[in-house]
């Protein structure tokens, strides 16, 4: 009983961002009547999916105190590496889904390794992952995008089959985060890496263990781009990261680490998808969208510190 | 000329409704070296913080120079002319001496907002040479010694017109001759009119250089002494004498085979050649003082920090502790002297506190059920006596006794043989500080082995069945518990053994 009575207070907490984004539903759907259509409702979905399916990976590694802003890059990374399979046989889209993430993941664990056993702060590793790995997909494809003719591969990104990709992720990643004992070690090792240490945590394992997973899931949301827009391209998902950032960071996940929730990123995920799918509706200029953005990121960062704040 | 530099009248500081200072007075006349000694948690630090304008008294007055002159702040304190040289220095080490010395003063090379180099190191040059010190002012500041830097702080304080100069301990790192010539420059201050007030553990040095010296105990003021009158034993019975009253809830309990033995254990710089053993239903005390090299020890068995030599056994067993991991698998559990730092994740909840260390042990698989954690975590909570809204409420809410009682309740939890306890009841109330105690208690009557650190003396006494002393990395004293008892060894005896060099 006791337990639950908390965990309402936990989400009237949360639910300032919540009512964020209802308000901006019921504003849109008010000034525009595309808006508050079935079928707008499934592109906001499948607009955020590839960006969604990056923030969640993205919270695990806000979570445990780090940053990853490789994920632009990978997105590219992940584009060309399955563009060339699928360039030199179209038949090929098993091999150029698992090459894609697998060298993707790769890339994780060089990230993984110099956090977790290099002690080089996060930034710096993952900002210098993200110049080599943009480079990596210029060379690649030497600056040329594949044009891609699969129709198998098509499927990964037509219709709903990003939205179902996304939601089963989402479940997962929920699921792992709040009901495993790896989800804790994450929580732990975020909020006091010392503590979680003495411990018995191997804090270690599970720094590489995050870069990984957010290696493997901007894999698996670069190939969905590639797949959506039929091309792997070198110069895609530039700024990827700063999306995926912000979403966390709506969705009430702490910068320095050790709180957070995979749904609280959903909904930062579905405000900025909104905001986009809705401005774009009312003809506002993307440079506004951009005024926009940036005012809610910085008034929900805020209002999250206050009621922290407000709490103690 | 004023009769005294510093007056202080009736001094009181509350925290949370515990006095770390009641009712303290004293005076200092100008140009005198005043000590102030006491044990740990005598209140030393939170009186000189009080001096410095780091802490604003709840009660009494501050006089400077006959006038009331309470500061509020740091800069404050500065600018009536008092000054602290702290433990950890504060020189910008990245900066050259020349650039330490006129930090904030830059403007008194003309008005411009360059700041002119080469006057300025000239300037230094002359200042370093008044002070007997040949070296070059574009040195950088992390460059020189310990001894060095203080020194640079010294001048500093001085330079920026100081007449109360206050020093934290400002022999603990250094060598005896370094020592030695702070000492002259002490006694030069003095005789240009400086006051100093001192504080150290070194009851030696200080009759060699302090001229009165002010006894604290418990936050109270117990007595100023002539320094040239009094003799050590003198002052180590004012910093103690109190009497054990009956808060140590100690039983005997059957002592059997050997559950921890430590051989040789050292790391660099930090311990040497240290060896012990603590049996089943033992409560092993090892005191000494702060900084003494204790809680070291205690990390490095625990595998948080490593060891550079030595052997640890449990149950007769060599056993390699590489990590913490190592240790709870091999039933050693570590209550930490920092809470904040290794005890406790502040933002999580009691709950997954408690259950972090164990979770490894009750559940099998990848998953947790909730069920079974909850069942165990509110058991805890009421053997313990936790007092929380909810099991799930974070734990940076709660009182430091409670804190402190979620750290045991997760190592109990871990089920454990060889219970260390690090400073178990620091900065904790007294209601919490005896059920701690209890606890202890029935655990070591249980068959738990238990070490226990702690710089409190009475609490040693009151609780171990054998008493470490540990000094400068070395075991430098051992005591039974029926020679305490009996009154063969006392206190100060104690306290004579973690004072040894």
């Known amino acids: 009983m006791e337990s639950r009575k908390i965990d309402t207070m936990g989400l009237v907490k949360k639910y300032g961002i919540f009512i964020v984004l209802v308000t901006l539903w019921v504003v849109f759907s008010l000034s525009s009547s595309t808006f508050r259509t079935a079928d707008n409702f499934s592109n906001i979905l499948r607009q955020v999916s590839t960006n969604g399916i990056i923030a969640v990976g993205m919270t695990f590694i806000i979570m445990v105190g780090g940053i990853d802003l490789s994920v632009g890059s990978l997105v590219a990374v992940a584009g060309v590496i399955g563009g060339s399979i699928l360039v030199a046989n179209p038949a090929n889209t098993v ?116 870069y990984i997973l957010s290696g493997v899931l901007t894999g698996i949301a670069g190939v969905i781009l590639a797949a959506r827009t039929n091309s792997g391209q070198p110069a895609v998902g530039q700024g990827y990261e700063l999306d995926a950032i912000a979403a966390v960071v709506i969705g009430g996940t702490s910068m320095t680490g050790g709180s957070g929730t995979i749904l609280g990123t959903l909904v930062g995920v579905l405000i900025i998808g909104t905001l986009n799918n809705g401005l774009n509706l009312m003809d506002v200029s993307s440079y506004y969208q951009m005024i926009v953005k940036g005012i809610i990121i910085l008034g929900a960062v805020f209002f999250d510190l206050k009621s922290k704040k407000a709490a103690k | 000329m004023e009769e005294y530099r510093l007056e202080i009248k009736h001094l009181h500081k509350r925290f949370t409704g515990v006095y770390a200072i009641k009712d303290v007075s004293f005076q200092v006349k100008p140009g005198e070296v005043h000590a102030i000694v006491g044990e740990n948690g005598a209140g030393k630090s939170t009186l000189m913080k009080m001096i410095n304008g780091e802490l604003t008294p709840n009660e009494g007055e501050i006089l400077h120079n006959g006038q009331p002159s309470t500061p509020h702040s740091v800069a404050e304190a500065k600018k009536l002319g008092i000054a602290m040289i702290h433990q950890e220095l504060s020189s910008l080490s990245n900066m050259t001496i020349a650039e330490n010395l006129f930090l904030g003063h830059e403007e008194c090379f003309g008005k411009s907002s360059f700041v002119k180099k080469r006057q300025m190191n000239e300037k230094a040059r002359q200042i370093l040479k008044e002070y007997d010190m040949s070296l070059d002012p574009n040195t950088l500041v992390e460059s020189l010694s310990v001894a060095q830097t203080q020194m640079i702080e010294i001048i500093k304080a001085v330079r920026a017109n100081a007449d109360i100069v206050i020093m934290d301990e400002p022999t603990s790192s250094l060598s005896s001759k370094e020592a030695e010539k702070l000492f002259q420059i002490i006694r030069d201050l003095s005789s240009k009119n400086v006051s100093i007030i001192y504080i150290s553990h070194r009851l030696e040095e200080i009759l060699d250089i302090a001229d009165s010296i002010t006894v604290l105990r418990d936050g109270q003021y117990i007595e100023t002494v002539d ?157 313990l006596g936790i007092k929380c809204f909810s099991i799930n409420v974070n734990t940076e809410t709660l009182s430091g006794g409670n804190q402190q009682k979620v750290v045991l309740a997760k190592w109990l939890l871990s089920k454990p043989e060889i219970l260390i306890l690090d400073e178990p009841t620091r900065g904790i109330d007294v209601g919490s500080k005896f059920e701690i105690y209890k606890l202890m208690s029935r655990l070591a009557k249980e068959g738990m082995a238990i070490v226990m650190i702690s710089s409190e003396l009475p609490e040693i006494i009151g609780m171990s069945d054998r008493v470490l002393v540990v000094s400068h990395g070395k075991i430098s004293g051992e005591f039974l518990r029926n020679d305490i008892t009996s009154g063969n060894v006392t206190q100060k005896e104690l306290l004579q053994s973690a004072l040894k060099i």
């Not at chain 1, 091999?95 to 790769?106: D, K, N, P």
Request: net charge positive.
């Open chain 2, 227 to 383: 320094a040239s009158t009094v003799s050590q034993e003198r002052l180590v019975e004012l910093m103690v004498g109190r009497t054990l009253d009956n808060i140590y809830p100690k039983e005997d309990a059957p002592i059997a085979d050997v559950a921890l033995e430590v051989r040789n254990l050292s790391r660099k710089g930090v311990f040497d050649d240290v060896s012990f053993q603590v049996h089943k239903g033992e409560i092993l005390g090892i005191s000494g003082l702060m900084g003494a090299g204790r809680s070291e020890i205690a990390r490095a068995i625990f595998g948080i920090d490593k060891l550079d030599g030595g052997s640890v056994l449990i149950g007769g067993k060599e056993i390699r502790i590489k990590s913490p991991i190592d240790a709870i698998k091999n039933k050693l559990a570590m209550v930490s002297e920092d809470r904040k730092l290794y005890g406790l994740v502040l933002c999580r909840s009691i709950k997954e506190n408690i259950s972090l260390p164990n979770l490894w042990n009750l559940f099998k698989g990848l998953f947790i059920r909730s069920g079974k954690e909850v069942q165990e975590v509110e058991e805890l909570k009421k053997v």
């Open chain 1, 95 to 210: 091999l150029a889904v698992i090459a894609s993430v697998a060298v993707c993941c790769l890339f994780g664990v060089m990230n993984g390794f110099f956090v977790a056993k290099g002690k080089v702060p996060a930034f710096i590793v993952t900002l210098a992952t993200m110049t080599m790995a943009r480079g990596f997909a210029y060379v690649y494809s030497n600056g040329k995008p594949y044009t891609l003719k699969s129709p198998d591969f098509n499927l990964i990104g037509k219709g709903n089959t990003p939205i179902i990709i996304f939601i089963v992720i989402v479940i997962l990643a929920h699921i792992l985060l709040s009901q495993t004992k790896f989800g804790r070690y994450v929580y732990a090792t975020g909020g006091n890496e010392d503590a979680a240490s003495a411990s018995g945590v191997n804090v270690k394992s599970i720094l590489m263990r995050v």
